[in-house]
């Protein structure tokens, strides 16, 4: 079947511009999570949401970035105001906990540069 | 912070030899899971030890988990050029079992 998918691949915006992107999740999957990779670094915790539950909005870096899932299935993260900081690899995964295993399956990426 | 720490940083090997690849993490788990990615791009799931394991298989893989040291490894067996990549091992928080926290990955370069 399908993986997950992400849109677009790449972004590349100017300083202070709002930017979204976008999550197709595995058919069926009810977890959904969004993550950072910096140049040379490890993956870093954003959002996650699991069904109808409140998101956990834990690891958002700042109030400029928020994330919505609607209908249980597409997700999209939007950063407003872009800073350069915000230049990362930003992945999408999504897993089905009900199945009994906790693997997330992650999508291609989004890569966002900002000029 | 970072949860789960690779060493080392970088390996390099020649077709044909096993490559070692070590985590280490701070707190308890439920599970620890190691993830192979390619052109920094999205990740591929290779293997999930729960904590109640101490080694598992998976064709050419192999990972251990020792608890008592909060530490697991992960040794590709006859690697192939094609296993070029970086690999990270991935922690829950113990709490939770859906956050994952990275470490910062161990590239690894197989010569042909």
């Known amino acids: 079947g399908a993986g997950v998918s992400q849109s677009p691949s790449n972004k590349v915006t100017e300083k202070g511009k709002d930017v979204e992107l976008r999550c197709d999740p595995i058919?069926?999957?009810?977890?959904l999570y969004w993550y950072r990779q910096s140049l040379g670094q490890g993956l870093e915790f954003l959002i996650y949401?699991?069904?109808?539950?409140?998101?956990?909005k834990s690891g958002l870096p700042s109030d400029r970035f928020s994330a919505e899932r609607t209908g249980g299935s597409v997700s999209t993260l939007t950063i407003q105001r872009t800073q350069q900081e915000d230049s990362a690899v930003y992945l999408c995964?999504?897993?089905?906990?009900?199945?009994?295993?906790?693997?997330?399956?992650f999508g291609p990426g989004t890569r966002l540069t900002v000029l | 912070s970072q949860q789960g720490e690779e060493d080392p940083q970088a390996l390099s090997i020649q077709e044909g030899e096993n490559a070692t690849m070590n985590c280490s993490y701070k707190?308890?788990?439920?599970?620890l899971q190691w993830y192979r990615q390619n052109s920094g791009r999205g990740l591929v799931h290779l293997i999930l030890?729960?904590?109640?394991?101490r080694e598992k298989h998976s064709g050419r893989l192999r990972v251990t988990l020792d608890t008592s040291k909060k530490s697991s490894s992960l040794l590709i067996t006859a690697s192939r050029a094609a296993d070029t990549a970086s690999y990270f091992c991935?922690?829950?928080?113990?709490?939770?079992?859906?956050?994952?926290?990275f470490g910062k990955g161990t590239l690894l370069t197989v010569n042909p």
């Open positions: 995964a999504s897993s089905s906990p009900t199945s009994g295993t906790d693997t997330q399956y």
């Open positions: 058919s069926g999957h009810t977890a």
């Open positions: 949401f699991q069904g109808n539950s409140a998101p956990d």
């Open positions: 707190t308890s788990i439920n599970n």
């Open positions: 030890i729960r904590s109640n394991e």
């Open positions: 991935a922690t829950d928080s113990g709490g939770s079992n859906y956050k994952l926290t």
